[in-house]
Structure formats: structure tokens, C-alpha cells
């Protein structure tokens, strides 16, 4: 999500949305993960643009990649231990 710094706001516009462009723009703030609208309209307003990276894939790999060391691990200290890994496949 984006961290907007906290920068004294002391001026306002007002606009007028119908019900639906509201749900839009919800629907988009949601999306990127704003939660202060004010910070959304405020960085759409400036930039025009704001890129969200979904890291999803490479958090499921990390994961992965912890279990298979743990695995490596656990048959590390019972060849360590043991001077053998028995084979259960």
C-alpha cells in the first residue's frame, strides 16, 4: 500500500459525483489499498497514476522455499546425528 506522508492540508475543493463514479472510485481506492480517500484523490489528482505490485507470487514462493529448508534441515542433523537418512519414499 502506498504511505502517503502526513502533510498539512489546509485548503479544500468540493466536487460533485453521481452514486455511481463514487462506487468507482471506492471500488479503485480499494483495489490499491488506500483507506483515506483524501490521500487517493489527492495522489490521482497529482500523478494521474499509481502502480500497485501484487507480490503474491513471489510471498507463496518464499514460503515454499522455507518449508524445503526446513526439510533440508531436519535430514542434515539426522545425517549429522546419525551417520545415515533412511529413505521412506
Known sequence: MYKQEYLPCNRQIHIKLSDKELKMIRD?????GFKNMSAYIRKMAIDGYYINVDFTAIHDLAKMM????????????????????????
Open 66 to 89: 522455507c518449508i524445503d529448508s526446513r526439510n533440508i534441515n531436519q535430514i542434515a542433523k539426522a545425517a549429522n546425528t546419525y551417520g545415515w537418512v533412511e529413505n521412506h519414499c
Open 28 to 32: 479503485r481506492m480499494e483495489q490499491m
